[in-house]
C-alpha cells in the first residue's frame, strides 16, 4: 500500500533552517509529484510547493519562494524539503502529500506531519 | 493568483440536517472542474473526499457529494452524522499555486 513517512519532529531557533524528509513506499516514485502543505496552530492549510519526481521541476509558492528548496533522492525514493531563515511564524505542522494522478492532482495520499517548533 | 473563499466558516447542524458549503475562485476565468475537498478531522490529516469537483473518492459515504464549474462550487452533505465533525477545506489544483480555502469548521 501508499506510504509516505515523515522524520520527526524539530525544535529550531530563529535564523536556523530544517530539513523534513518523506519516504515513500508502495507504488512508482517517479511517477507521481509531491507537494509539501503546512498547518500552523489552529489555522488552515497552506500549499508549500510542488517537486516533480520525474523531471525534477519546481513549483513553490511566492511567499516561500527564497527561503524554501525542494529535493528528490530517487535511489531511496525520498523527498526532502527545507526551509531556511526560520521565523517564529513558521511553527507548523508539515505535511508531504502525493497528488493522485496525472490527470487529477489533488493530494491523495498525506505524511502523517512533522512538527517544526521555532523559538528562542 | 487566483484565491479560494469558503462560506460560511463554521457552521452548527443537527444530524440528519442537509449541510451545504460554498467556494469560490476569485477570478472570472475560474478553475475549470479542478476542485477538491477535504476533510480534517481534530488532530487527523486531511482526507481528500471529492475531486473534479465532483467526482467521490473511493470509500467515501455517499451522502458527500459536489457541485460546480469555473467559480462557484459546493460541498453537500445530504444527512449529517456525528462522525462528520470536522473541518472541510476546498483547493484549486488547476495550476499552481494550488491555494486551499479558510476553511469550515463543521459542528454538530
Known amino acids: 500500500q501508499v506510504q509516505l513517512v515523515q522524520s520527526g519532529a524539530e525544535v529550531k531557533k530563529p535564523g536556523a533552517s530544517v530539513k523534513v524528509s518523506c519516504k515513500t513506499s508502495g507504488y512508482n516514485f517517479n511517477k507521481f509529484g509531491i507537494n509539501w502543505v503546512r498547518q500552523a496552530p489552529g489555522q488552515g492549510l497552506e500549499w508549500m510547493g510542488w517537486i516533480s519526481t520525474y523531471n525534477d521541476n519546481r513549483n513553490y509558492a511566492q511567499n516561500l519562494q527564497d527561503r524554501l528548496v525542494m529535493t528528490i533522492d530517487t535511489s531511496t525514493s525520498t523527498a526532502y524539503m527545507e526551509l531556511r531563515s526560520l521565523i517564529p511564524d513558521d511553527t507548523a505542522v508539515y505535511y508531504c502529500a502525493r497528488e493522485k494522478s496525472r490527470e487529477a492532482f489533488c493530494f491523495e495520499f498525506w505524511g502523517q506531519g512533522t512538527q517544526v517548533t521555532v523559538s528562542s | 493568483d487566483i484565491q479560494m473563499t469558503q462560506s460560511p466558516s463554521s457552521l452548527s447542524s443537527f444530524v440528519g440536517d442537509r449541510v451545504t458549503i460554498t467556494c469560490r475562485a476569485s477570478q472570472g476565468v475560474g478553475i475549470s472542474n479542478y476542485l477538491a475537498w477535504y476533510q480534517q478531522k481534530p488532530g487527523e490529516v486531511p482526507k481528500v473526499l471529492i475531486y473534479?469537483?465532483?467526482t467521490l473518492q473511493s470509500g467515501v459515504p455517499s451522502r458527500f457529494s459536489g457541485s460546480g464549474y469555473g467559480t462557484e462550487f459546493t460541498l453537500t452533505i445530504s444527512s449529517l452524522q456525528p462522525e462528520d465533525v470536522a473541518t472541510y477545506y476546498c483547493?484549486?489544483?488547476?495550476?499552481?499555486?494550488?491555494?486551499f480555502g479558510g476553511g469550515t469548521k463543521v459542528e454538530i
Open positions: 483547493q484549486k489544483y488547476n495550476r499552481a499555486p494550488l491555494s
Open positions: 473534479g469537483a465532483s
